[in-house]
C-alpha cells in the first residue's frame, strides 16, 4: 500500500480499507467457480480472474505504464458514496476503526508514562508531590487548538486515580499503570533502578530525601561516570546497615553470569527490581553490628598499576560446601577457579577452591518459622582460604547444586575477615 500512496491519481484515494471493501465485494460478485462471469459498467462480460486483474492494474505504477485513464469505467465501486461521490465505508467500519486508533494512542501514552516514570529526576519529584497528593501532567504531544484551555491531569495517590464514570477497560489498564509506576520506591530502587542522562544526577536527585543529604556538596568531586563507581561510592558514604542490604542485593538478585566475570563483582550486577523491606524487619543479623564498626568496609588496592576494589566483611559464622564436590558441579567450580588466577596470577594447579554461604539473619537466634522465611537471604562465595581472596558466584548455580555444607563460627579471635573483590 506504501507504493500506491505516491501515485498521483487514485481511484479510491488508495484508503486501505477501502480498497480492502472492494477486493471483498469483487469477491463476492460470483461464486466459487473461477469461470463464472460478471458484466461490468460497460456491460461487458469478465471473469471473475479479469476483475482481479484489473483491480491490480490500477495500481500498477513504472515509468512505462500510465494509471489506466478510464479506470471508471472498467471498474465500479459497489459500496456507498459521500455527498462528494467519494467511495465510503459501512458505519461498522469506522467504529472497528476508531477504536484500533483510541486503543493504539492509549498504548502510546502507557509507553509514555512507562519511560517518563522511570527517570531519576521524574522519580524524586513524583515522591516529593506524593507527600501532598499533588501532581499534575500533561502530554506534550497534545498541542491542538481544540485543547487549549483544558486542566492538567491530576494524579491522586490516594484513591483509585480513575476519573468518575471511567469504566471502560482500556482506560482503567492505562491509570493501573500509573499506580504502579508512581508507588513508593525504596532508596536502592531509586538510585539503582532508575534512568538518567549522567550518572552522578542519581546522587543530586535522591540524596535530598535521605538521610545522606549533606554529601550533596560531595558529589561533583566523585567523578562518578559509571554504574560501576556509584555502588562503588554507595559503599563509602552508607552507614553499615545500608551497606550489608546493597552488597546481599547485589548478590541474592544479580542475574548476568557475564558480569560475575568482571571485577568488582560487588558492584558490577544490576539488583533488578526486588524489595528490599524484608531486610529491615527486626530479625537478629548474622552480623555484630554493635561492637564491630568495621563488619563491612570498602576498601582499594593497586597490584601492576591495576586498582582493585574490594569489600572486607566479618559475618559472625559462615558454612562451606564439603568436598570432594560431586561431578555436576566441578566445572563450575574449575570456572571460579580460572578466574581467580586470572585475576590474581594465582597457581592454577595448588589453588583450593572453596565456596563460602553467608546468610544475612542469623537462624541461630531465630524461630523455625522465621528461619524459614529468611532462609532466601544468603549469598555465595567462591574463593581461597589461605589467599583470602573471595567473588561473588552467581545463586543459581549453587542452589540447585545437592551441595552439603558444614558451620562455622566466626566470633572467636581467629574471626575470618572475607576480603571481596
Known sequence: MDELALLGDSPYNFDPDIVAEE????SQLSSLTNQQHNADATRKNQTQTDLYTTFGDLFHRSHEVKLAENWKSRFVWHGKRNKDGHPTLPWNNYVIRRNNDIAQAMGFLKNLILDW??????????????KKNNLKYWFLGFSSYRLAGLPFFKFDFGGSALSHGMNRAIYKRFHETMIKQLETRTFFEKIL???????????????????YKDKINQVADWNIDTMISVKLKLFEIMDTKDKLILFFLIGIC????????I?????????????????????????DMLNNKSTITLHHRFHDSQPYHYLQLTPKG???????????????????????????????HSLGIEFVQLNFFDKNEMSGLEAVLCSYFKIYLAGSFFENKWILCFRECLDN?????????????????????
Not at 23 to 26: H, M
Not at 195 to 204: I, L
Not at 269 to 278: M, V
Request: hydrophobic content about 40%; charged content about 20%.
Open 193 to 211: 533502578s532508575s534512568k538518567a542522562s549522567k550518572h552522578e544526577d542519581r546522587f543530586y536527585a535522591i540524596l535530598p530525601q535521605t538521610k
Open 23 to 26: 477486493l471483498y465485494n469483487t
Open 117 to 130: 516514570s522511570s527517570r531519576v529526576w521524574v522519580i524524586s519529584e513524583y515522591h516529593i508531590a506524593k
Open 401 to 421: 547444586e545437592a551441595l552439603a555444607w558444614s558451620y562455622n563460627n566466626n566470633n572467636d579471635a581467629a574471626a575470618i575477615v572475607f576480603n571481596i573483590y
Open 318 to 348: 559462615y558454612f562451606v560446601a564439603r568436598k570432594p564436590y560431586n561431578q555436576r558441579f566441578l566445572p563450575y567450580a574449575n570456572l571460579r577457579k580460572e578466574m581467580l588466577c586470572s585475576h590474581f596470577q594465582l597457581d592454577e
Open 254 to 261: 544479580g542475574f548476568s553470569i557475564t558480569s560475575l566475570q
Open 263 to 287: 571485577l568488582p563483582t560487588f558492584a558490577t550486577l544490576a539488583i533488578g527490581t526486588y524489595k528490599d523491606d524484608i531486610f529491615y524487619k527486626d530479625y537478629p543479623l548474622n552480623f
